[in-house]
């Protein structure tokens, strides 16, 4: 979620909203103080409100709710309130606060209110994985890595071609097959993290040497447009950017792939260049109900 706000607060707005058939009747005063989570950094960067919220037309929204029909509980017009902001979906999450100060409740009180929190609902953002082996046989364990990744919770919808890929760094070794994987999640990255690291324990991954020879290798490059600078994971990958047997593949199954912080997979991969890659013949095969395999 955005850490960035935008507050609209003391809205005030008459209205007849109650169970009483007097509050109907009469109707009263309500305020209504809204917080909306909008991630600003593109609006900031270009100084244009269409790329933010405008908030003089949230106010004109929920001022009209407030005096519409009315409904008899305010956590009601708490959750319609709730609803119209989130039709924005710059809007990633809402809190509403309703106050109705002369709600009827026979002892003497400075304010009623209800406050609720919405979100946007969850959607599957794109994960990227890079997946290698130059150890055994390594087109079976890249498929079996696939087999151990994909499943519940990380939806997997397009493998790459196979890459072969003179290794980089570390002791003398053989030559690496690469592909990247792309999945649909809505699991925190420490999970995706923890389900690549179980992948490569199941084919046997022993991590006795920094850039040493492995069965199976899964990195996460990216997830979504997260950004984080954590040590255990960084997001994106740090060096994901100038790694041809990422980029090169990626590319293949989305033309259009941008890596968060760096631009174009397309312009990284011209800026890189080739050298020490080859696309092979062979394919791998995403699980059955996992999505499609392109083999562009």
């Not at 058939?21 to 989570?37: C, I, T």
């Not at 991630?39 to 405008?54: H, K, N, Y």
């Not at 997830?223 to 040590?231: A, K, T, V």
């Not at 080859?278 to 996992?290: D, H, K, Q």
Request: aromatic share 4%.
């Amino acid at each position: 979620m955005s850490r960035d706000r935008i507050s609209l607060l003391g809205l005030r707005g008459f209205g007849r909203h109650g169970v009483f058939d007097h509050e109907r009747a009469s109707g009263q005063e309500f305020v209504v103080d809204a917080v909306l989570w909008v991630d600003t950094r593109s609006a900031a960067e270009a100084d244009d409100l269409s790329l933010t919220v405008d908030y003089g037309a949230v106010a004109g929204r929920l001022a009209a709710i407030v005096s519409g029909p009315p409904v008899a509980l305010i956590e009601t017009l708490a959750q319609r309130l709730a609803a119209a902001c989130l039709e924005d979906q710059a809007v990633r999450e809402v809190e509403i606060t309703v106050h109705k100060p002369q709600a009827p409740v026979g002892q003497p009180v400075s304010d009623i209110a209800v406050t609720i929190r919405r979100g946007q609902p969850a959607a599957g953002r794109t994960v990227v994985l890079a997946l290698g082996s130059n150890l055994g046989d390594r087109l079976a364990s890249l498929q079996r890595g696939l087999e151990e990744l994909c499943g519940p919770e990380l939806t997997c919808t397009a493998v790459s071609p196979v890459y072969e890929t003179d290794p980089v760094g570390g002791p003398e070794q053989g030559d690496y097959l690469n592909v990247v994987l792309l999945a649909s999640s809505t699991l925190p990255a420490p999970e995706i993290l923890a389900r690549c690291q179980a992948a490569e324990a199941a084919l046997g991954r022993v991590r006795s040497r920094r850039w040493g020879p492995r069965t199976l290798d899964a990195d996460i490059v990216a997830c979504g447009e997260e950004i984080s600078d954590d040590p255990v994971l960084t997001l994106p990958h740090p060096r994901a950017h100038e790694r041809a047997f990422v980029l090169a593949p990626w590319l293949d199954v989305a033309p259009d792939a941008r890596l968060p912080g760096h631009g174009p997979v397309a312009a990284l991969l011209a800026a890189t260049g080739t050298s020490g890659i080859r696309r092979l013949a062979e394919t791998l095969t995403l699980p059955r109900g996992a999505g499609e395999a392109v083999t562009a």
